[in-house]
């Protein structure tokens, strides 16, 4: 299922990540997140945005998401960490459709990375 994703165009690929985040109570609501979310490379495909952590907006989560076959390296992690303090959000959320070459990264309190397997099952479990 994850070649499937790899192989979405560029459109769906951010709808999916949009109805992903509000399935799960991120984003504000479906038209907040789509204005929040915005394709910043089409060659790489790389959706980015500041998005809320919740309904009233008090917390902010800079999120990364990448459709690619590519391992993401460690100095990719390490400049999403430099936008997500640039960007002033509390939190950071960096999902592929491949994997990350280091995961130690998850072990810092604020960020979250999400490789194809686990964004799989989180489409599973909620249903986007």
């Known amino acids: 299922m994850v070649n499937d994703i ?22 504000g609501g479906r038209k907040q997140t789509q204005t929040n979310l915005k394709i910043i490379d089409n060659n790489k495909i790389i959706v980015e945005g ?6 009233l ?3 902010k989560i800079y999120l990364q ?13 390490e400049d999403f960490m430099k936008k997500l303090n640039d960007c002033n959000a509390e939190n950071g959320v960096f ?15 604020n960020i979250r990375l999400i490789n194809g397997v686990e964004l799989i099952n989180l ?6």
Do not use: H, W
């Open 123 to 128: 489409i599973s479990e909620y249903g986007t």
């Open 65 to 77: 998401a990448r459709q690619s076959r590519d391992i993401i390296s460690k100095i990719e992690v």
């Open 50 to 55: 500041v998005i809320n952590e919740d309904i």
């Open 95 to 109: 999902i592929t459709t491949s994997d990350f070459e280091n995961k130690k990264y998850n072990e810092i309190k």
């Open 57 to 59: 907006g008090f917390r």
């Open 6 to 27: 790899v192989d979405y165009p560029l459109d769906n690929f951010l709808k999916l990540i949009t109805d992903l985040l509000v399935s799960m109570g991120y984003g």
